[in-house]
């Protein structure tokens, strides 16, 4: 019905361009909005109050003009004109109905928007480093990485999406050393475990899996280990000197290269690394999150792309050496303060990548990048945006969104979970508690940027107080509907007899229903737009709502044929658009709760 009034109301306005009442060059934008109050129509545009200063006339006097130069519908009973100039129009209920129809016509297709043109945007979310499993911080950005994705797919972009592999660097490389600690362990070697290594049950299993496959061929004697190696923190060297762990982490780091060899080091890190990718992308997928591409870090250091973008930025002047380290100017564009890409030893660090991989995805030929990252990355953002400004490249392609942490609570008391992988409770473990659905749809219930208290024991109840439990119910008792026609004698349910009867749907609960469903697809586009799937989330429960609101105020399946018909077409909309939204969200749809 927006889409009418929208050509009327353009059409009315070309007449008066023609009648020079306005002027031929105007710039506008055609609003119009479902009134909150009935008494005052069905929809309402402001566009004389917008168009008032460009054409010289007092608001009110333009919207006389306007509502003059309407062409007449069938669809529109009346138009008024209200306050200061809004235009409301009344509809009758046949146009009001018309959404079922395009409903039954469309079914997963309906609220598809053409809001993105194509355009390619990459969403890269997720991307946890690979040292260990996914906990329940990791679980919200997944949930609504996966949401925005399947959001701006149906919106009309071109959607990529990607997890990239934090596979290089000092992180990886303790994982490795901590695996071949413990697997000394197994071998029968004794020594203090470094503590600033990885620990937790899935340590040990990695290294069970060492052993089973190489023996005790990559063991080494503990005191051979141990020869050399700075402190731990909490201990003293020989001379006294307090310990340091991340000295005393890096010197084990070191030995453990130099004991292995190359191939042998490397058979352990790829062993850990492959265990522990495998168990993410299982998780995962489990949780329903798949993604197009996985991402190596390590193929962009093979590549040689670090060093290219490196040179970029040399050749730019935005890279200067102090102390034997390279660095990046990147105060020239408003950070704090410049940031190291080449560490004095040599090693590249993470934003070197990081740089490289941002340069990487625009030379795909993405046209927006969206990236997802945990809260506390907020300040990284400037120096990245500040590196592809420096190398050339548009930093406004990059749009990132904050995710915040979810804090879990039971009984009211922030919650104690048990865990068999170090000191965080794992997004797997939550599933096990709550459920696939309650997580996906708990964790994008709120903007990802807010602080987010999930409640466990709401997530878990059946009762209209949880949200996704109301909003599947929903969807569950139009099923239950549906195959009671049959079981109460009723003849089989007639959609095209029910389409054709829409008229017979007055109530105010049906035209409610009715307006709500009509609302989907301009409610896609605008959650695309502002990147928040938890528009969603709310429009469910408030359909939901009315589903329930309508099923207690009226009898559904009433003898009188045509009425029934419609009565169940309009239910069989409501469905559809239930499990289009919790597609969208990766939520479930049963026809039994």
């Excluded at 016509?105 to 946890?128: D, I, K, N, P, Y």
């Excluded at 901590?178 to 503590?195: A, D, I």
């Excluded at 290294?207 to 003293?236: C, N, W, Y």
């Excluded at 068999?420 to 508690?433: A, I, K, N, Y």
Aim: aromatic letters at 10%.
């Amino acid at each position: 019905m927006k889409n009418t009034l929208n050509q009327l109301l353009i059409t009315a306005i070309n007449t008066l361009q023609a009648d020079q009442v306005l002027p031929q060059e105007l710039n506008f934008t055609v609003q119009i909005d479902a009134t909150k109050d009935k008494a005052h129509g069905d929809f309402a545009t402001n566009l004389a109050m917008m168009l008032a200063k460009q054409a010289g006339l007092p608001p009110r006097a333009l919207a006389e003009k306007i509502v003059a130069a309407l062409p007449a519908h069938d669809s529109v009973t009346q138009v008024v004109i209200a306050g200061p100039g809004f235009i409301n129009f009344y509809v009758n209920e046949q146009a009001k109905m018309a959404v079922v129809a395009q409903i039954h016509q469309q079914a997963a297709q309906f609220g598809q928007t053409s809001t993105g043109q194509g355009a390619s945007v990459l969403v890269e979310f997720v991307s946890a480093n690979p040292t260990g499993p996914l906990h329940v911080g990791h679980g919200r950005g997944a949930a609504y990485g996966a949401s925005l994705a399947n959001l701006l797919a149906y919106a009309g972009y071109q959607v990529t999406r990607e997890y990239y592999v934090n596979d290089a660097g000092r992180q990886m490389d303790i994982l490795a050393t901590s695996v071949w600690l413990r697997y000394l362990e197994l071998c029968g070697e004794t020594f203090p475990f470094p503590s600033n290594g990885y620990k937790g049950d899935y340590i040990y299993a990695i290294a069970r899996q060492l052993e089973a496959k190489f023996g005790h061929t990559l063991r080494k004697p503990s005191f051979e280990v141990m020869a050399g190696i700075f402190a731990d923190e909490g201990q003293t060297d020989a001379q006294g000197q307090a310990g340091d762990k991340e000295r005393h982490i890096d010197d084990l780091i070191a030995k453990a290269k130099a004991l292995l060899g190359v191939q042998d080091y490397e058979q352990v890190f790829n062993l850990a690394l492959h265990d522990i990718l495998a168990d993410i992308e299982e998780d995962l997928a489990e949780f329903g999150v798949k993604f197009d591409n996985w991402f190596s870090e390590r193929s962009l250091m093979h590549s040689g792309v670090v060093d290219a973008a490196i040179e970029k930025l040399q050749q730019a002047g935005k890279i200067y050496e102090q102390n034997g380290a390279l660095w990046f100017r990147s105060t020239d564009y408003g950070d704090e303060k410049d940031r190291v890409v080449v560490r004095e030893n040599g090693i590249k660090t993470y934003f070197a990548s990081d740089i490289a991989y941002h340069f990487n995805k625009l030379e795909r030929e993405f046209e927006t990048l969206i990236d997802i990252w945990g809260a506390d990355h907020h300040g990284y953002i400037p120096r990245v945006k500040a590196a592809m400004d420096a190398m050339g490249t548009n930093p406004d392609a990059l749009q990132v969104q904050l995710v915040q942490f979810a804090i879990l609570y039971r009984g009211g008391e922030r919650a104690q979970m048990s865990t068999r992988s170090g000191q965080f409770v794992t997004l797997r473990e939550l599933r096990d508690e709550v459920g696939n659905d309650a997580a996906r749809y708990f964790y994008v219930s709120r903007k990802s940027e807010q602080h987010m208290d999930f409640d466990l024991d709401l997530a878990k109840s059946k009762s209209n107080e949880n949200p996704v439990y109301y909003i599947q119910y929903a969807h569950a008792r139009i099923c239950s509907v549906l195959q009671q026609v049959s079981e109460k004698g009723f003849s089989a349910f007639d959609a095209q007899a029910g389409l054709a009867n829409l008229a017979l749907l007055t109530t105010e609960h049906e035209q409610d229903v009715a307006a709500k469903l009509a609302q989907f697809p301009e409610l896609i586009g605008r959650a695309a737009e502002a990147r928040e799937p938890h528009q969603i989330a709310y429009y469910l429960k408030d359909l939901a709502h009315a589903l329930h609101s309508y099923y207690n105020a009226q009898p559904l399946l009433v003898a009188d044929d045509a009425l029934r018909n419609a009565r169940l077409s309009l239910l069989v909309a409501i469905k559809q658009v239930l499990v289009n939204g919790l597609t969208l969200l990766g939520v479930s749809a049963p026809e039994r709760m």
